[in-house]
């Protein structure tokens, strides 16, 4: 574990519900959620809490860690990850028995645009991402309540460490439609490979070596 003032634990099952609440107020005004779901804003919340409760059970399902730092026992922030190992796609996720009743209920609510816009999304980003074995940061939210006080440093400080000292990984990889990201990952050592225009957003995608391979 790494020594941080800010508690970095691997979320159980249980906490799926307070994980997929912290990433909806996160990505409250994300630019790539808001052209997902743009003909749709007034469900926009529900919508995103849906898109969060399937990242969040498929990585549970394929055993992947969701990374969360808490304060008091509450859970402040949230960064769902992917290992070198992990190697399923969105769309056989998605239409997996366990977690098509998600995509039933985001058809329901938004019709199939923003479903076709999410595979879409992730067959480009899929393309872009680095060949060799890495860490994918798929999503990195901190309670807006939170913000400032180094809940999100915390969880890439941990993700560094487990990409550092796992046996084939050599970095981490993530992508960010809000061009304010962008410096504040760099401050951590990611470097744009990659800007892309994706329908009315760009998407930067960016990513960090491990040390050993800088």
């Known amino acids: 574990m790494i020594k941080t003032d800010n508690k970095v634990v691997a979320i159980s099952e249980n906490q799926i519900n307070d994980a997929v609440n912290t990433l909806t107020l996160a990505f409250e005004k994300d630019p790539f959620h808001r052209y997902v779901f743009e003909n749709h804003l007034k469900h926009y919340r529900t919508l995103e809490q849906i898109l969060f409760k399937y990242l969040t059970v498929v990585k549970f399902k394929h055993s992947q860690n969701i990374l969360g730092v808490t304060r008091d026992n509450k ?56 060949k060799k074995p890495h860490f994918y940061l798929v999503a990195l939210g901190v309670n807006p309540q939170g913000h400032g006080q180094g809940y999100g440093k915390s969880l890439l400080n941990h993700l560094h460490e487990l990409s550092q000292h796992h046996p084939t990984s050599v970095g981490v990889a993530l992508d960010t439609a809000n061009p304010d990201n962008v410096p504040l990952y760099e401050h951590f050592g990611y470097k744009v490979i990659s800007k892309e225009t994706f329908g009315k957003v760009n998407l930067w995608c960016m990513f960090r070596a491990n040390k050993n391979e800088r």
């Open 75 to 130: 859970l402040m922030g949230i960064a769902n990850i992917e290992s070198p190992e992990y190697k399923e796609s969105f769309w056989k996720s998605y239409i997996s028995p366990d977690v098509s009743s998600l995509l039933l209920q985001m058809i329901l609510v938004s019709g199939l645009v923003p479903a076709y816009r999410l595979i879409k999304y992730s067959q480009l980003i899929g393309a872009k991402k680095p």
